[in-house]
């Protein structure tokens, strides 16, 4: 089974929707991040958490908001979607016993907001 | 001001020869450095982390960092099709909290 899980895989939703996007580990690791990508500009950050309790805003949080539920569960919420949210966002965790600082990614979400 | 900068190519090498991946970033006190694979359509693949001046080899990779420079590099020995994929470099900043990444570069490996 996969270390990082998100879901949905893929997903196309209206402007002023609200999407609600998952991630899920099993690697008992302690901060988890969400990023999304964009052809051209690489990996941008969202929002990270270094535990239930601490979450932190990245360089483009706007319009996002995320919620830690457990250690191993982290959320994306897009209140009102709009089209140039149309990405592919992706959940990434490091840390755990004998922590390093390296990031695994989840499989990723590919988002059309139409 | 963009942290990490990369070519984004396409770098293309023939089969078996060295590619060389280069990167560069803006702040002087980062402390971490990593090296991804990203094929098209797939998440982010850890290839390399390295923390301090000098090289670092494992398998056909190496990654060679210079912090003085400000520079991080990555070496593809005997370079193979299935190395073909976009690079993205990656830096930690501000104490381990803070990781910003390149736009990657896209490298052809041609048979």
């Known amino acids: 089974d996969a270390d990082v899980t998100q879901t949905p895989r893929n997903r196309i939703t209206k402007t002023g929707k609200r999407i609600m996007l998952e991630c899920s580990q099993t690697k008992g690791h302690d901060r988890m991040y969400w990023y999304r990508q964009d052809p051209g500009l690489g990996l941008r950050l969202i929002y990270y958490?270094?535990?239930?309790?601490?979450?932190n805003k990245g360089e483009i949080s706007d319009g996002y908001s995320v919620s830690r539920q457990a250690q191993a569960k982290f959320s994306l919420s897009l209140e009102s979607a709009i089209p140039n949210q149309t990405a592919l966002y992706f959940c990434?965790?490091?840390?755990?016993?004998?922590?390093?600082?390296?990031?695994?990614f989840g499989p990723g979400t590919r988002l059309t907001v139409t | 001001q963009k942290e990490v900068e990369q070519n984004s190519g396409p770098l293309s090498v023939p089969e078996g020869a060295i590619a060389s991946l280069n990167c560069t970033y803006s702040?002087?006190?980062?402390?971490?450095f990593f090296w991804y694979r990203q094929y098209s359509g797939k998440s982010p693949e850890l290839i390399m982390s390295?923390?301090?001046?000098g090289d670092k080899e494992d398998g056909r990779f190496t990654a060679q960092l210079n912090k003085a420079s400000q520079y991080v590099s990555l070496l593809i020995r005997d370079s193979q099709p299935s190395d073909s994929a976009t690079y993205l470099c990656?830096?930690?900043?501000?104490?381990?909290?803070?990781?910003?990444f390149g736009s990657g570069t896209k490298l052809n490996v041609k048979p």
């Open positions: 390295i923390y301090s001046n």
């Open positions: 990434a965790t490091s840390g755990g016993t004998g922590a390093t600082y390296e990031q695994y």
């Open positions: 990656a830096v930690g900043f501000d104490n381990f909290n803070k990781f910003y």
């Open positions: 958490s270094f535990d239930v309790k601490d979450i």
């Open positions: 702040d002087r006190v980062s402390q971490s």
